[in-house]
């Protein structure tokens, strides 16, 4: 299994990202998804996942209400769509997938892991 995150970049404070995972594999349709962030000098942290049909999606509660997972099981797709970007939401954000259906905070569960993309936000 290979996973490709794109999309990351530099943005203002109050705007908008959306980014992609591109999960290659035999059964993506049945892996649960998550997306995790790591800020310089701060240990990875979970941000928000999604089951293998999308029917349960978990978010960090620093990110409720402004972050939406989705995922696209014919494209092999999983986004993450970033709104009312602030500063402290910059860090490297990393898809990850598991041999598993359900949708999962912790980070361990996670068995596939991508090289993870860089978010900026300028305040």
């Known amino acids: 299994v290979q996973l490709q995150a794109s999309g990351g970049g530099l943005v203002q404070a109050g705007g908008s990202l959306r980014l992609s995972c591109a999960v290659s594999?035999?059964?993506?349709?049945?892996?649960?998804m998550g997306w995790f962030r790591q800020a310089p000098g701060k240990e990875r942290e979970f941000v928000g996942s999604i089951s293998w049909n999308g029917g349960r999606i978990l978010y960090a509660d620093s990110v409720k209400g402004r972050f939406t997972v989705s995922r696209d099981r014919a494209k092999n797709m999983v986004y993450l769509q970033m709104n009312s970007l602030k500063p402290e939401d910059t860090a490297v954000y990393y898809c990850?997938?598991?041999?598993?259906?359900?949708?999962?905070?912790?980070?361990?569960?996670?068995?596939?892991w991508g090289q993870g993309t860089q978010v900026t936000v300028s305040s």
């Open positions: 990850a997938a598991r041999d598993a259906t359900g949708a999962a905070s912790t980070s361990g569960l996670y068995d596939y």
């Open positions: 594999g035999r059964t993506f349709s049945s892996y649960g």
